[in-house]
């Protein structure tokens, strides 16, 4: 008999639902809350038995972090991180159409039972916390540009109380503070960490990438899987196409899964709007594309497909950005003389 059990959690902001199988037997689904308590509890429970447990949960960013790492600390635990895309196509393998967080749970034990097994490799400290200031950053970027827009709207109409404008030309001055003390912390951990300073280094050679962006991209880059390859970098952001054809009766357009890190995908999206403009090789894709008939929409998600395997090589090769590596305006001349003839 196998002396081991496996575990699978399914993760949430607010609670874990987690699915045990001991001895060839599956438990009935528990639930915990998703808080350092909770967590402890959640230990408590699947260490019962004092054999070694597999557990599977989903990369989910930071709510599941916690705890995966508080059981990657603990021998009695192997941690597999699972791509949610990879997950989804399983479940769909096993013909599981409804979903709950129980099934969910249920399904993440079936994976790890079956798929090959990957241990996961946590980030160091020092990325986690590059990656906690980047998301407030971001948070307070957002909430600048409410801010924005309800000052303009405010200054619009002359019945506005002059108290209510000062008040949000503080609360901007005050978020741009916040700001500024944030990204001099995040500079300061990246300058102490060789590796961070290396990527963050090569990230601002990227055409429409500055100190803002660069931080954004970094603080999400550090939790992507270790040893993960390009393919794996474009699932992992959600950024890898899903068809939906079914003989001759279903056949829809192609679509990022978008089964992924939403916030990496965020912190393309600017970077790759900027380079349509400013970088000529990435610009020469982008129009090549819409050449072909896509939308500017579908174009624009390609260049940041691009933009992200350029991430990749560039950190892979410790080289700065070269976009003639991506696509070389020598290609451009060949089609259009091929279009010619």
């Given at each position: 008999m196998d002396k081991r059990d496996v575990g699978g959690i399914d993760v949430s902001a607010k609670e874990l639902v987690v699915v045990v199988e001991r001895g060839g037997k599956r438990e009935a689904a528990r639930t915990f809350a998703n808080t350092p308590s909770g967590h402890k509890e959640l230990k408590r429970y699947l260490g019962r038995s004092h054999r070694l447990v597999r557990v599977c949960l989903e990369s989910t960013g930071l709510y599941g972090l916690d705890v995966a790492l508080l059981l990657h600390a603990d021998s009695r635990f192997e941690i597999m991180v699972a791509n949610p895309r990879a997950v989804r196509d399983f479940a769909q393998a096993l013909f599981q159409r409804s979903k709950n967080d129980q099934l969910d749970a249920g399904v993440l034990v079936e994976y790890a039972q079956r798929m090959p097994f990957t241990a996961w490799q946590p980030p160091s400290p020092a990325a986690l916390q590059v990656t906690a200031l980047a998301r407030r950053i971001h948070a307070l970027t957002e909430q600048a540009t409410m801010e924005k827009n309800r000052l303009h709207a405010v200054q619009s109409t002359g019945t506005t109380l002059g108290v209510i404008v000062q008040d949000l030309r503080r609360s901007l001055k005050s978020i741009q503070s916040a700001k500024l003390r944030l990204t001099r912390a995040a500079r300061k951990i990246i300058a102490a960490d060789t590796e961070l300073q290396r990527r963050f280094s090569l990230l601002l050679s990227l055409f429409g990438v500055a100190e803002t962006s660069a931080l954004q991209l970094l603080g999400e880059l550090v939790l992507a899987p270790a040893g993960a390859d390009v393919r794996q970098w474009v699932a992992y952001a959600g950024l890898d196409p899903r068809e939906r054809s079914s003989g001759s009766s279903l056949r829809q357009r192609p679509r990022i899964s978008?089964?992924?890190?939403?916030?990496?995908?965020?912190?393309?999206?600017?970077?790759?709007?900027?380079?349509?403009?400013?970088?000529?090789?990435?610009?020469?894709?982008?129009?090549?594309?819409?050449?072909?008939?896509?939308?500017?929409?579908?174009?624009?998600?390609?260049?940041?497909?691009?933009?992200?395997?350029?991430?990749?090589?560039?950190?892979?090769?410790?080289?700065?950005?070269?976009?003639?590596?991506?696509?070389?305006?020598?290609?451009?001349?060949?089609?259009?003389?091929a279009a010619a003839v």
């Open positions: 978008k089964v992924g890190n939403r916030r990496l995908r965020g912190a393309l999206y600017m970077p790759a709007l900027t380079a349509i403009g400013k970088d000529p090789h990435l610009r020469a894709y982008y129009l090549h594309l819409q050449a072909l008939g896509k939308c500017k929409m579908v174009a624009l998600v390609a260049v940041m497909r691009k933009l992200l395997h350029a991430i990749y090589g560039m950190f892979k090769h410790n080289a700065s950005y070269d976009g003639s590596r991506i696509y070389p305006l020598l290609e451009v001349s060949r089609l259009s003389s």
